[in-house]
């Protein structure tokens, strides 16, 4: 069964500073991975989608990599801003995905970040 | 930008109720899915809907709930006869092509009392 880990659980940083989030995930045959961001008693926003043919997707600030052997996955935001104040979602679909929509994804717990002004 | 819609925001249940929450899906997508949050823990997945069929459910997903595509725009989750355990946040989300990019709503938190 798919078991998906976010590290660290939070995150407490000053604005500007460039971090990381981490996601692993124990089973490496997934067709993709999205990360997305959930606002307090909000709904998920899809930030980025990787492929398991990919190595990365960039979307601004955001910057998402995919280690598909070892299982992991990391979030980098460059020049945090308080805006940036959220929890963030990694969630994997597994690789018998056919393009018939069946599959659910599997989340972490998610990261909480707090961006200090 | 299209977005999925989902209705009510709150609804609040006594337990034992039949309640029905609703969803409006990306008008061009063709797969749709229910996703619920208890409060504190992980996004679980609970069931995908595909060609007016289930096409794959969680354990989560007993005999209790049950979906439907009245019409061909909305989407929507029952449960017959609400338990305390099931207050949480319910989720609604769609996707449209190979990508399987999937889109959520804002949810609807549901509180059972």
């Known amino acids: 069964k798919q078991e998906v880990t976010q590290i660290p659980a939070a995150l407490s940083v000053p604005e500007g500073e460039n971090l990381v989030l981490n996601c692993s995930f124990t089973d490496s045959a997934i067709y993709n991975l999205q990360w997305f961001r959930q606002d307090p008693g909000k709904g998920l926003t899809s930030l980025l989608l990787?492929?398991?043919?990919?190595r990365e997707q960039t979307s601004g600030r955001l910057n998402a990599s995919l280690d598909k052997s070892s299982g992991r996955s990391t979030l980098y935001i460059a020049a945090s801003q308080p805006g940036d104040s959220a929890t963030y979602l990694c969630a994997v679909r597994p690789s018998w995905y056919s393009g018939g929509g069946a599959d659910g994804l599997t989340f972490g717990k998610g990261t909480h970040l707090i961006i200090q002004p | 930008e299209p977005e999925v819609t989902q209705t009510p925001s709150h609804q609040v249940t006594q337990m034992g109720q039949e309640v029905i929450l609703r969803c409006v899906p990306i008008s061009n997508h063709l797969y749709f899915y229910w996703y619920r949050q208890i409060l504190g823990q992980k996004v679980e997945f609970l069931v995908s809907f595909y060609n007016n069929e289930i096409s794959e459910k969680s354990e989560i997903f007993d005999d209790q709930f049950s979906v439907e595509r009245p019409d061909g725009s909305n989407f929507t989750l029952k449960i017959r006869s609400t338990k305390l355990e099931d207050s949480a946040m319910y989720f609604c989300a769609s996707g449209g092509t190979e990508v399987a990019e999937a889109f959520f709503g804002q949810g609807t938190r549901l509180t059972v009392v």
């Open positions: 990787i492929q398991s043919s990919q």
